[in-house]
């Protein structure tokens, strides 16, 4: 499936714990979605999918959220693109 990421963002917090945020559209999809990323040492994530603004289609955000279940590469692309962004 298609995507296109909008904005990422990543920090450590003060226990070197991971949180990030990608804003992303899926081809096909009215909505733009945001995932909350976090990892207690970078390589486990778990995350948390919303809407990124208003609420859209919720069979849309099904097939979405399945699609970061089933697809490794679209996941591991959005856990790039916000570790990405950390300052080195």
Do not use: P, R
């Not at 499936?1 to 081809?27: C, P, R």
């Not at 486990?44 to 399945?66: C, H, I, M, P």
């Amino acid at each position: 499936m298609d995507f296109q990421i909008v904005k990422a963002d990543m920090k450590q917090d003060e226990d070197k714990h991971y949180l990030g945020h990608v804003t992303f559209t899926l081809s096909g999809h009215k909505a733009e979605y945001e995932i909350t990323l976090f990892s207690k040492k970078g390589k486990e994530w778990d995350y948390s999918l919303n809407f990124a603004g208003e609420s859209g289609n919720e069979e849309e955000f099904l097939k979405a959220d399945e699609q970061l279940e089933e697809n490794d590469d679209l996941f591991d692309a959005l856990v790039d693109a916000a570790l990405e962004t950390m300052e080195q």
